[in-house]
């Protein structure tokens, strides 16, 4: 996409894809909550997850110092404990492009699709189908979400670290 008078548009300039490392489970989880692409390579060897990163582009997230002293790789060795201290490690380390906030199941880091009203009154309790009016559901496990106290906590949460958030992210309260 490019946009009028032909400069290219941010989000159209670079996509970043991740691929976590088994140490790295919670960090998957939160970037996939930002919106971001982030494969998970619980289970995979050293030599298969450099030739995954490579064939998906993905950038290699780990905790293994012998690892990230491959060449060729885009990798990003993590040293803090703390989810706050990972997602710095992150920033410091990679240009991120504005992603769409909670788009991507957290589960299995497919994209969430919408889901009229009516589609989803029987997947959701029905005070929620009462008091909510957005709901997206995983094309790959079935989960249902929407705007509930987890998603509070989690904004909450970036504020407080002092995350880049769109300028159109509802306020704490009231999502
Ligand atoms: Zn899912």
Redesign the pocket.
């Known amino acids: 996409m490019v946009a009028e008078g032909g400069q290219p548009t941010k989000q159209s300039v670079f996509v970043v894809k991740f691929l976590a490392d088994a140490m790295l489970g919670r960090l998957m989880t939160w970037l996939r909550l930002l919106g971001y692409d982030t494969a998970w390579a619980d289970d995979l060897a050293d030599s298969q997850i450099a030739r995954l990163a490579r064939s998906e582009g993905r950038i290699v997230l780990t905790r293994d110092t012998q690892f990230a002293r491959r060449k060729g790789l885009p990798i990003v060795l993590f040293h803090e404990q703390t989810l706050a201290g990972e997602l710095q490690e992150l920033r410091q380390s990679v240009t991120l492009p504005p992603a769409d906030l909670f788009s991507r199941?957290?589960?299995?880091?497919?994209t969430?699709q919408l889901l009229t009203r009516e589609t989803a009154k029987p997947l959701v309790p029905p005070y929620v189908w009462q008091t909510q009016t957005t709901f997206r559901r995983?094309?790959?496990?079935?989960?249902v979400y929407w705007a509930g106290t987890h998603r509070q906590h989690v904004l909450a949460f970036l504020r407080e670290i002092g995350w880049p958030l769109a300028k159109n992210t509802p306020p704490v309260g009231t999502d």
Do not use: E, I, K, S
Request: a positive charge; proline letters at 15%; aromatic letters at 0%.
């Open positions: 199941c957290p589960v299995c880091n497919a969430l995983c094309p790959h496990c079935g989960r």
